[in-house]
T-cell receptor, first 113, second 113 residues
Framework: AQSVAQPEDQVNVAEGNPLTVKCTYS??????LFWYVQYPNRGLQFLLK??????LVKGSYGFEAEFNKSQTSFHLKKPSALVSDSALYFC???????????FGPGTRLSVLP | ETGVTQSPTHLIKTRGQQVTLRCSSQ?????VSWYQQALGQGPQFIFQ???????GRGNFPPRFSGLQFPNYSSELNVNALELDDSALYLC????????????FGSGTRLTVV
């Protein structure tokens, strides 16, 4: 069975500081890993994905994530946070033959001015 | 290129009633998935439709049913509504076999009273 853990319900960072939102996963087969962001009263917006290849993945709005197979992690990072990055972030996984995503519970990011 | 549109945006129903939610998929996508996002939780997979047939189902009872039409749009039907069905219902479209993620709609907020 596939599962995703996001160990922090809430992450607070000051504007301009680097941010990290953590994600660990469990999946049989090769993992396909995704990050989505959700703003209030909106659907999910795609940020980035890892399918294969380079372990460091760059995505939208300056976000990046590092795939670590030995630690089964896929942490989301950004070098310099913006107030407008404040939102709910979801990590999701599926295996290479799965039809659906399994989402983590989400992490609320607050960037303080 | 149009995105995924869902209707209605908000809905209030009484326990025991039936509801139909609608979704128009993104142009070029042939697969539609439905997710339920309860307050404070990550999205949970309900089912997926491809070629007008159910193509995978999560842990939801049979009173959750769906349809996909030849133009790839879709409906989610829920019978005998329960208070716990109150949630944001997200529709996502994708292209089967693609390694890209889903494109999500903004969701329908269903409140059961």
């Amino acid at each position: 069975a596939q599962s995703v853990a996001q160990p922090e319900d809430q992450v607070n960072v000051a504007e301009g500081n680097p941010l990290t939102v953590k994600c660990t996963y469990s999946v049989s087969g090769n993992p396909y890993l995704f990050w989505y962001v959700q703003y209030p009263n909106r659907g999910l917006q795609f940020l980035l994905k890892y399918i294969t290849g380079d372990n460091l993945v760059k995505g939208s709005y300056g976000f990046e994530a590092e795939f670590n197979k030995s630690q089964t992690s896929f942490h989301l990072k950004k070098p310099s946070a913006l107030v407008s990055d404040s939102a709910l972030y979801f990590c999701a996984v599926r295996n290479n033959y799965g039809q659906n995503f399994v989402f983590g519970p989400g992490t609320r990011l607050s960037v303080l001015p | 290129e149009t995105g995924v549109t869902q209707s209605p945006t908000h809905l209030i129903k009484t326990r025991g009633q039936q509801v139909t939610l609608r979704c128009s998929s993104q142009s070029g996508h042939n697969t539609v998935s439905w997710y339920q996002q309860a307050l404070g939780q990550g999205p949970q997979f309900i089912f997926q439709y491809y070629r007008e047939e159910e193509n995978g189902r999560g842990n939801f009872p049979p009173r959750f049913s769906g349809l996909q039409f030849p133009n790839y749009s879709s409906e989610l039907n829920v019978n005998a509504l329960e208070l716990d069905d109150s949630a944001l219902y997200l529709c996502a479209s994708s292209l089967r076999g693609s390694n890209y993620g889903y494109t999500f709609g903004s969701g329908t907020r269903l409140t059961v009273v």
